[in-house]
Structure formats: C-alpha cells, structure tokens
C-alpha cells in the first residue's frame, strides 16, 4: 500500500506542472478571443473562423510529436542514455518537415472558407490571421518537440514555466499589434496572428536554452548527438505519432460537426452548446495532463522491462483521472445553473445549457477514463489498434446515434451529447481492455 501511495504522489507531481501548463495555454486562446472581441465583431468572428481552420492540423502535429516522449521513456528505462540526444534530433528534424505543408495548408485556407460559406467581409481578415499565425509553425513544432523530450524524462516543469511566459507575452503583444503601439500600425485580429506567432518563438528560444545547458547536454550527449534526418530514428518516431495524430484528429472531428450540426438548430442553441464545450474543455485539461504523465511513467518502466510496474502505473492515472472527473461530474449534475450564471444571463441559453451540462457531468467520466488509458497504451508504444477503435468509437458509434437522436428524432442538441457520451463511452472501454490485455499477458 504504501508503494502505491508513493508512486500516486509520483504521478501527481509529475502531472501537476503538465496540467498547469495545459491550462495557461488555453487561457491564451481565451485572452485573444476577449481582446478581438473587444475591437469589432468581425475581428472575433475571423479569430473564430481562423482557430477552427487551424486547430486540426495542429492537433495532428502535436499528436505526431508525443512520439517523443514513450520513445525516450523507454531508452530512459532501459539506460540507453546515449541514444537520446539521436532521437530528439531525430523529433526536430521531423518538426520541421511538419511544420513546411502545414504552413502552406494555412497560407491557402481561402479556397476552404469559400467552400464553407464564409462571409466575404471576414475571409480577408480571417487568411491574413492564418497567414501571421502559420509563420509560428516552425516554432511551435519544435518546442513540442523539446517538450515531450522532457515530459519522457519526466521534467515537466519547464513547460509549465514558459507557458507562463508565453501567455504574458501573447497579452503584451496582442495590445501592440491589435491595437498599434510602439510604432506599429492597428492591424486587428491579424495582429493576434502575428503575437501568437512572436510568442511561439519566445516559448522556442527559452526552451532551447534551457535543453542545451551544461547539465543536460553532459548527461545525454545533446550537442555531440548532432546529425541529419536518419530513416532508423524517423521510421519509429512516425509509426507511433502518425496514428497517434489521427487518433486525436478523429476525436477532434466528432466535436467538429457536432458543432456544425448544432449550428442548424439555431443561435441559442449553438450559445448554450458553446458553454457546455467549454467548460468541459477546461476540466479535460486536467486528465490530459495526467494521460501525458502516465505515457512518461509508463515507458519509463516498460523499458526497465517491469511490466507489473507499468501496469501499475497505467492503472494509478486511469485512477486518479476517473476520481477527479467524478469529482467534476459531481458539480455540473448538482449544481450547473451556478455554473452557466458564470457565462451568460440570457435566460433562454441558461435553461438549455443547465441540461446539457447534465448531460456532460456524465460524458466527464467517460472522457477521464479514455484520455487515460490512451495515454497509458502509448506508453507502451501501443497506437495503432488505439487509433482503430477511436474510429469505431467515433465515427461508427458518436456521430450516428447523435445525428439520429439529435436530427432524425428531433431531440437537438441534448440528443447530440448523447451520441458524445456514447462515442467517449465506447473508446473508454476499448482502451481499458486493451490495456488490460496487453499488461496482462506480457
């Protein structure tokens, strides 16, 4: 008993700093929706606009790039010691192989936004956005890079450092470029674009310093590691990240044309939809924290070869997630009209969203548990059957029987969280038994 006490203490003190971090970043998508919303509607429709052009593609990326952290996780495990600076030139190298069709993707979103329908007066200023914003790529893909590098070594308050950094750089630098300061001309929602960018550069630069200290580079040959892209490290890093992205690609779409789906059914609707999200979004950042934790734990005792070990530490995050989204799931069923007050007073939203917080009180254990022991099985380096039964979960389970309650039996949108909580259910099994299997018979 006290082993496991420890090893929860372990976990928890390396998820604390990767939550917090979660959580500061996605304040800065918060920040940069309140200062455009502050300029005009049409800035805020174009960041809007922008951010669900851009999220999928980066969602993809940084999903290729948690390859890093099981990969380096196991060679921690094993003292494979010298292997390790190959593999994270090996992550940056293919960083910036993303970074290149990702930019042009960006650059060229018109096309897109006409198909869509987007409004003519918002498309200028939603590609000039995209434009400033995809010049962040480069950076932002290697400091994802350098980031999981750690999170496999299991140093994860660095990234919770210069998330805060970031995010005090993104305001300072939405209010000179939005606003035009310094100097600098008033350029609006591109503007936001162009401070992103900056602060993805400043988050590059403070974590290359702090990688190539004496210490780092000493214990794991970080300079002397140098070399050009090598098929041996690349083909490893791919066969576990590029399922591993469309994974998370495919989740990201299920939510995707919920949204588009609830869109038809009318604004109030699509608001109160909007709170719910949200919310749910804040509390998934912290079993998403502990999912890359227990990835880190995990390879790290799957290399040593303890297999008990790594099943243990697997089940310790799938526990402390499902304990605290049940926590979570507690307050929005007992208590979510003081939860919807926080977001909107218009009485018609606040009487939909109290039921479809309800609703997402029950979808927060199955979203805890899957987000878990998908992290767990990637530890193991386990993501390509994962990625099959995300597309089961999702796209054979989620979205039909939310478009048939939600459409064809004209339950709106309490139907289409029904059809989430079906999709998050499912995957929240699959993954489980997997995991159980896999620590069971090896």
């Known amino acids: ?14 998820g604390t700093p990767i939550v917090t971090a979660q959580l500061v970043q996605m304040s ?60 994270l030139w090996s992550a940056l190298w293919l960083s910036q192989f993303m970074a290149l069709p990702a930019i042009l993707m960006l650059r060229n979103m018109t096309h897109l936004m006409h198909f869509f329908n987007i409004k003519e007066t918002l498309i200028p200023i939603t590609q000039g956005y995209l434009d400033a914003f995809a010049w ?5 893909f290697a400091y994802f890079g350098l980031r999981f590098f750690f999170e496999g070594l299991a140093i994860t308050k660095p990234a919770m450092y210069f998330a805060v950094i970031g995010s005090l750089v993104n305001i ?3 209010w000179v470029f939005m606003y035009g300061h310094f100097g600098f001309p008033a350029m609006g929602a591109v503007g936001t674009g162009w401070a992103t960018a900056l602060v993805q550069w400043i988050m590059l630069t403070c974590m290359v310093t702090f990688t190539f200290r004496h210490k780092i580079d ?29 994974s998370i690609s495919i989740e990201v779409t299920l939510f995707a044309i919920v949204a588009l789906i609830m869109g038809s059914l009318g604004v109030k609707t699509v608001a109160a939809h909007q709170v719910t999200i949200n919310f749910a979004a804040f509390t998934f950042m912290v079993p998403l924290g502990i999912s890359f934790a227990s990835t880190a734990r995990v390879g790290f005792a799957a290399g040593q070869g303890d297999l008990a070990k790594a099943r243990l530490l697997g089940f310790i995050g799938i526990g402390l997630s499902t304990l605290i989204m049940t926590t979570a799931a507690i307050l929005m069923i007992t208590a979510p009209g003081l939860i919807v007050a926080i977001y ?99």
Do not use: C
């Not at 008993?1 to 390396?14: A, F, G, N, P, W």
């Not at 794991?220 to 469309?246: C, V």
């Open 172 to 174: 300072a630098g939405n």
């Open 344 to 442: 909107t007073t218009d009485l018609e939203v606040k009487q939909l969203a109290v039921k479809l917080l309800v609703l997402a009180g029950f979808f927060q254990i199955s979203d805890g548990l899957q987000v878990a022991a998908f992290g767990a099985l990637r530890g193991l380096k386990d993501t390509r059957i994962p990625l099959l039964f995300n597309i089961v979960a999702y796209w054979l389970v989620g979205l039909p029987v939310g478009y048939w309650l939600g459409v064809k039996l004209n339950y709106g949108a309490p139907g289409l969280w029904i059809g989430l909580i079906a999709g998050l259910t499912v995957a929240a099994i699959l993954h489980n038994w997997r995991f159980y299997l896999l620590t069971q018979r090896k």
């Open 1 to 14: 008993m006290q082993m496991i006490l420890q090893e929860i203490k372990s976990t928890v003190r390396v």
């Open 28 to 87: 800065m998508g918060f920040t940069d929706t309140i200062m455009a919303g502050r300029l005009s509607a049409k800035d805020l429709a174009a960041v809007a606009v922008g951010g669900s052009l851009f999220i999928t593609i980066l969602l993809f990326s940084m999903g290729v790039m948690m390859a890093v952290s099981p990969v380096v996780a196991h060679l921690f495990g094993a003292n494979r010691k010298q292997e390790i600076g190959r593999n």
């Open 136 to 140: 962040g790529f480069p950076a932002m």
């Open 218 to 246: 000493r214990e794991f040959n970080i300079f002397g590691s140098f070399h050009f892209p090598q098929l041996k490290y690349q083909k490893e890093l791919l066969g576990i990240g590029l399922p591993n992205g469309a």
